[in-house]
Nanobody
Framework: QVQLVESGGGAVQVGGSLRLSCTAS????????VGWFRQAPGKEREFVGA????????YYADSMKGRFTISRDNAKTTVYLQMNSLELVDTAVYYC??????????????????WGQGTQVTVSS
């Protein structure tokens, strides 16, 4: 089992920045692929980005490329989502998720076995 806890959410103005953290406990976190997803009110959960277990590969949804950066510190069992140039449409609950099995699609929520409880990000004008 892996337990994931997100933190760092909050309210920010358009153009601002936030850094979310996803801290894990339980099984060896360093071997897990970690993804970030978000869900806005009335909308389906959508892929934000993911990072491989080594940290050498990162993947982003097109609308996040150039604005969001994912990194990880396995020694701290933490994955970060740095969000810059935030827009109103970025308002959502952000979730981190993890899976161990290779070969799965990194952008599909069904690929992930463990989920955090989510953290709210609210962008205002």
């Amino acid at each position: 089992q892996v337990q994931l806890v997100e933190s760092g959410g909050g309210a920010v103005q358009v153009g601002g920045s936030l850094r979310l953290s996803c801290t894990a406990s339980g099984r060896t976190f360093s071997t897990f692929t970690v993804g970030w997803f978000r869900q806005a009110p009335g909308k389906e959960r959508e892929f934000v980005g993911a990072i491989s277990w080594t940290g050498s590969n990162t993947y982003y949804a097109d609308s996040m490329k150039g604005r969001f950066t994912i990194s990880r510190d396995n020694a701290k069992t933490t994955v970060y989502l740095q969000m810059n140039s935030l827009e109103l449409v970025d308002t959502a609950v952000y979730y981190c998720a993890a899976h161990l099995i290779g070969g799965r699609r990194y952008d599909a929520s069904s690929s992930y076995d463990y989920w955090g409880q989510g953290t709210q990000v609210t962008v205002s004008s």
